[in-house]
């Protein structure tokens, strides 16, 4: 099973229908002009940050990014297109080589050997261009970890990152479409004035309604706010869509686009960093630029300032790694010389699996299956969306609530729960950073002040297994979001050109199957509740009588939504860190990390808008650095 998005036929009828301006540089002409700061990756992060560097012309800025520029391009920007069920041909946005680096796992033995994809964006804007477009932040209890307990200070504390999430935001309220009533105070929570367009979808199936009561019914709270530091309950779900244009709001063509002819900043695409350059004085170690590769010629490019990396959770590692920082002996295995032992590099990768299941509903119901089966609804769909920008291809998740373990198996449960946890953890190898990760975690456990799991929903089939024809279908997303099971990502080859090495160790803590086993369980009862009248298609009850049934289905229906966080953790250096707080690389004068890596611990949401948060609050640490001027 995995999130497979189908060419919608929305595509077909729409072109690429902006172009790019005359911003890109060649190769060479790239590697001879004078940068202040060169950044790697124009991702979700390092768009943000290159943009808000360069809004003082005296700055340059040069951005090196694998992937090509697709301004327009409709596979991005229709929403739909990242929610579409699967396609036996192949998928849109994950999944394809024009958008997708196809990474996967190693074989993981808490998935009973298997190995599961794990997209990333390539292509600019990153992974912000082919995400799901899911737009929610987390827990004050979670940003606060990072303050405290990591010792990053107040700037890195819910309410140091608040004004980051207005700023990265141009939010409109939800429509009265909304099947679901809003505070008052949820316009104080959000900005207006930024980049990333931020709405509300205004086309929901006939699923989304009652699941919404039945939820209720079943005892989740009602949540008018979620964003103000309390996420869980059944809450407005924000997307980064622009409601007029209804097209996905991503770092390409909100950040960069509207910036692309600045002369001072310097995009080149189709180039692939392969080591940042040092220059070693005394014991002062720093970067003197950055080399890349193009068609299978190496350039060099010069940055007299810093060097920001920004290649993601698996690829920062392999560039620092690739660039002799990193455990020497790691490298060593590779024949790579060492300029800085700092075995933190790619260590505590964490990511949020998902599992899920799906249910039938009666003749009739109106789903996004109806674009798959009923030419008349998708033709006219298609018409409203070509004239209106409206309707079922602007559908984004109406339904993603943060829940606390307790308000699925109430408090006794839990805590029976977590007494086996802890006797479990109390033999498990853990490092320093993991003793203290663990003992928040669990404190929030306990505490119930941040969500455990996402129950989420997608009205549509084919997700988990065939969709039949004419039939309509609702799937069950279920993240987990505070696993306890830790990664690593490293270097498996001295050729720069290989993927790197990655595996999350999913399922190393028993307590992460057992709670998906009671959420599949909950599940059953909300989505076949007489409010909602879902009949079960999968998991068949025949196959999930015993305990044990319900754990090989988990094992062998789980697959990663795609939050991978930590391997550059802004911990203390004692602690196993990579950067400090102000995202510089420990032992290094001038390069920063800046991107999902640098996370300290998972939080229990989606996070791309705290990628985006954190870029915008690196660049202002970057701005005060320097006494660059800030606008
Ligand atoms: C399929 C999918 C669905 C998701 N769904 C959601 C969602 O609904 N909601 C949500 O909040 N989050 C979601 N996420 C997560 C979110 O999109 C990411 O966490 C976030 O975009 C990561 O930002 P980043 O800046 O760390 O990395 P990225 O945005 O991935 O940027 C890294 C960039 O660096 C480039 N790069 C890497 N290595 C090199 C190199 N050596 N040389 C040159 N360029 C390089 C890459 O091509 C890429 O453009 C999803 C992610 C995926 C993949
Ligand atoms: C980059 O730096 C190197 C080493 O200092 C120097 O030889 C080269 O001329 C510089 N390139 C540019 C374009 O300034
Ligand atoms: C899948 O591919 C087949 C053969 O190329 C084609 O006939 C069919 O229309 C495709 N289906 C979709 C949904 O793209
Ligand atoms: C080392 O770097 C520090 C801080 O950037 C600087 O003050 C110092 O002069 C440098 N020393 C050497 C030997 O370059
Ligand atoms: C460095 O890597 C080696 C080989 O994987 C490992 O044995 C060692 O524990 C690592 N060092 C640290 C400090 O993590
Ligand atoms: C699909 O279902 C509808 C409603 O139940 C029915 O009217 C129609 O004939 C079915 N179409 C096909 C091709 O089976
Ligand atoms: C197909 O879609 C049309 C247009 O929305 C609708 O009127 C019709 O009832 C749908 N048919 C079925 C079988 O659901
Ligand atoms: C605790 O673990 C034991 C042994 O694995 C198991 O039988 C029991 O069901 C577990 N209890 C809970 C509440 O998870």
Redesign the pocket.
């Known amino acids: 099973m995995r999130f497979a998005a189908q060419v919608s036929a929305a595509t077909l009828v729409l072109g690429l229908s902006r172009t790019a301006a005359a911003v890109e540089a060649t190769a060479s002409d790239f590697a001879s002009q004078k940068f202040d700061f060169v950044v790697v990756g124009g991702g979700t992060a390092g768009l943000t940050v290159a943009v808000r560097l360069t809004e003082d012309p005296n700055i340059r800025v040069g951005v090196i990014e694998a992937g090509q520029y697709r301004p327009g391009d409709p596979v991005i920007e229709v929403p739909q297109s990242a929610v579409a069920p699967g396609n036996p041909n192949g998928t849109a946005l994950a999944g394809n080589p024009t958008y997708d680096w196809l990474f996967t796992s190693t074989p993981q033995p808490g998935f009973n050997g298997a190995s599961i994809p794990l997209p990333r964006g390539k292509v600019v804007g990153g992974s912000s261009a082919i995400n799901e477009i899911v737009w929610q932040r987390g827990a004050k209890a979670e940003y606060d970890l990072w303050s405290t307990t990591f010792g990053n200070g107040p700037r890195w504390s819910f309410s140091g990152l608040l004004p980051y999430f207005r700023k990265a935001e141009n939010w409109t309220p939800p429509g009265s479409n909304l099947p679901l009533q809003v505070s008052p105070s949820l316009a104080s929570a959000h900005g207006t004035q930024g980049q990333i367009s931020v709405s509300y979808t205004s086309f929901t199936s006939s699923v989304e309604k009652p699941l919404i009561q039945a939820a209720v019914q079943l005892g989740l709270k009602y949540n008018g706010n979620p964003d103000l530091g309390d996420p869980t309950g059944v809450a407005p779900i924000g997307r980064n869509v622009d409601p007029v244009k209804g097209i996905r709001s991503y770092a390409g063509n909100s950040y960069y686009e509207p910036n692309a002819a600045r002369k001072n900043l310097v995009l080149l695409t189709g180039a692939q960093a392969t080591k940042i350059v040092f220059k070693t004085t005394g014991k002062n170690i720093s970067a003197t630029g950055v080399q890349y590769v193009v068609g299978g010629t190496t350039y060099t490019v010069n940055a007299t300032k810093e060097v920001i990396v920004s290649a993601g959770t698996f690829q920062t590692p392999h560039l620092l790694e690739l660039s002799g920082v990193g455990n020497k002996t790691i490298l060593a295995q590779y024949n790579i010389p060492s300029v800085l032992d700092l075995p933190g590099v790619g260590q505590n990768l964490m990511d949020h699996p998902f599992t899920g299941s799906d249910f039938s509903f009666p003749p009739g119901t109106l789903t996004l299956d109806s674009l798959r089966f009923n030419a008349t609804f998708r033709t006219e769909q298609q018409n409203l969306y070509t004239s209106q920008h409206k309707g079922a291809l602007t559908y984004t998740p109406a339904i993603n609530s943060p829940v606390t373990l307790q308000s699925l198996v109430g408090t006794a449960?839990t805590n029976?729960?977590m007494?086996?946890l802890t006797a479990f953890l109390s033999t498990f190898p853990q490092t320093p950073l993991q003793k203290v990760q663990y003992q928040a975690q669990l404190d929030m456990l306990k505490a119930g002040d941040a969500p455990f799991l996402v129950m989420g929903e997608l009205p549509t089939g084919g997700f988990l297994g065939p969709a039949d024809f004419n039939t309509s279908y609702t799937t069950a997303v279920i993240m987990q979001v505070h696993p306890f099971s830790r990664g690593s990502v490293h270097i498996g080859s001295s050729d720069p050109l290989a993927a790197p090495i990655i595996n999350p160790h999913y399922f190393e803590v028993?307590f992460e199957v057992?709670i998906y086993v009671k959420a599949l369980q909950w599940t059953q009862r909300w989505f076949t509740s007489k409010t909602v009248g879902g009949a079960v298609h999968l998991p068949a009850a025949s196959d999930v009588k015993t305990d044990a049934q319900w754990d090989t289905y988990v094992r062998t229906h789980t697959q990663s939504v795609n939050h991978p966080i930590g391997t550059s953790a802004m911990v203390p250096l004692s602690m196993g860190g990579v950067v400090d707080s102000n995202l510089k690389v420990y032992g290094l004068q001038n390069v920063r990390v800046i991107d999902a890596g640098i996370f300290p611990l998972t939080i229990g949401t989606v996070i791309q808008q705290t990628v985006y948060a954190i870029a915008e609050q690196g660049a202002d640490i970057i701005k005060e650095a320097w006494n660059i001027k800030a606008y």
């Open positions: 449960e029976a729960m007494k086996n028993p057992d």
